[in-house]
């Protein structure tokens, strides 16, 4: 089964300044979906930004961009100059054709003022 | 946000005792999920459905079933609740023209 893991149960950024949660995941396939989840204290998760692992560019949404590897099988999620309301539980995901989705385990975001 | 509407938002229930969670969509997605939530564990998927009346498991399904006879309406049953089963649960549902994944409000379900 594909596995997805984030190693940093807990990250800290300084307002305004950039941080980047880091994502990998374990696949034998070759064509796939990665996604960053947003999950503030509301609970409701909601969706950062997508990367189909058949386009080399890299996914940019605003401030959000990520750094996908596909032979790394890495997919880290940068946050440039972050805002408080950045503070929440990022969830990183994986899914391929006929799969479910999976989850890693989350990265708690502390914003500092 | 696919018009996700969950319910009841939480509940507080007894060992044993049958517990069914409600899933609506307004966006007639075919694809339909129950996931939990824990810490240190990130989603976990319960059961999915592909269609109405066509469901299967996912990797933590023992103690749940569901059941889906419209396209708008998932259900999520505990039918014996258990301590263990405390926890959030969300519903999904997938837009198959981008597979974005579209989330409900979640249930916080306590189990005493």
């Known amino acids: 089964a594909q596995t997805v893991t984030q190693s940093q149960p807990e990250m800290s950024v300084q307002e305004a300044e950039t941080v980047t949660l880091s994502c990998t995941y374990d696949t034998s396939e070759s064509d796939y979906y990665l996604f960053w989840y947003k999950q503030p204290p509301s609970r409701q998760m909601i969706l950062v930004i997508r990367?189909?692992?058949?386009?080399?560019q890299n996914a940019t949404e605003n401030r959000f961009s990520v750094n996908f590897q596909k032979a790394a099988k890495s997919f880290s999620l940068k946050i440039s100059d972050s805002q408080l309301g950045d503070a929440a539980m990022y969830f990183c995901?994986?899914?391929?054709?006929?799969?479910?989705?999976?989850f890693g385990a989350g990265t708690r975001l502390t914003v500092k003022p | 946000d696919a018009g996700i509407t969950q319910s009841p938002r939480h509940k507080v229930t007894e060992t044993g005792t049958p517990v069914t969670l409600r899933c609506h969509q307004t966006?007639?997605?075919?694809?339909m999920y129950w996931y939990r939530q824990d810490p240190g564990h990130g989603l976990r998927l319960i059961h999915y459905s592909y269609g109405v009346k066509d469901t299967d498991k996912g990797e933590v399904s023992d103690g749940y079933s569901v059941s889906r006879s419209k396209t708008e309406d998932f259900l999520l049953t505990l039918e014996s609740a258990t301590s263990s089963q405390t926890s959030v649960y969300f519903c999904a549902a997938r837009d198959s023209t981008n597979e974005k994944l579209f989330f409900g409000s979640g249930t916080q379900l306590s189990v005493l």
């Open positions: 966006e007639n997605h075919r694809y």
């Open positions: 990367q189909e692992a058949y386009k080399q």
């Open positions: 995901a994986y899914r391929s054709a006929g799969d479910d989705m999976r």
